[in-house]
């Protein structure tokens, strides 16, 4: 059974969403992202949000939320500190961000939604993937679904608030299977 995606005016049927996420995986195992592996994702409340957390699942990263009002140097540190491998940003938040991108961390670029762009007053020019840039769509319909061994799904890696200094990760081991069918 599969939920469906509610947003906006838009309903995505669950298999579709699932295959989204499933193309979205094996996007990032191209990348070089695997088990342990930290996959940031920058992104407004949409459905390329929970796609990108599900892919990440899939292939045992852990998803990591990055505030979309954060600035260069707070991204930078999370991008660094997390030792993150993929970056996954709204088109319009890449300009905030600057360089603090690390060379080694490969960057997706989202599109949003046109629900998006309105509740947040993004202009058009600024919604567009830059060219030389992967862009969400396309690169997870260049893929087909994730065949890959099942991995343990981690959990998200938030940030703290970094109130006794600067944020710091909380990352959970996954558990294991045998005792999660007790729980």
């Known amino acids: 059974m599969y939920a469906t995606v509610l947003f906006d005016a838009h309903e995505t049927a669950g298999e579709s969403f699932d295959g989204a996420a499933a193309r979205a995986a094996t996007g990032l195992d191209g990348l070089g992202v695997g088990e342990d592996d930290v996959v940031c994702i920058m992104l407004r409340n949409e459905p390329a949000f929970l796609e990108a957390v599900f892919a990440a699942r899939h292939v045992g990263a852990y998803p990591c939320p990055i505030n979309w009002h954060y600035k260069a140097e707070e991204t930078g540190w999370i991008l660094a500190d997390s ?35 309105s509740a947040f007053g993004i202009a058009p020019q600024c919604a567009h993937a830059p060219d030389g840039t992967r862009e969400w769509r396309s690169w997870i319909a260049a893929h087909s679904p994730w065949s890959g061994p099942a991995r343990i799904p981690r959990a998200n890696m938030p940030y703290t608030s970094g109130t006794t200094g600067r944020a710091k990760g909380v990352r959970r081991a996954p558990t294991p299977p045998d005792a999660a069918a007790t729980t």
């Open 83 to 117: 030792n993150a491998k993929a970056l996954i940003v709204h088109a319009d938040l890449l300009p905030q961000i600057g360089g603090a991108v690390p060379r080694d961390v490969e960057v997706v670029v989202v599109q949003p939604e046109s629900a998006t762009r």
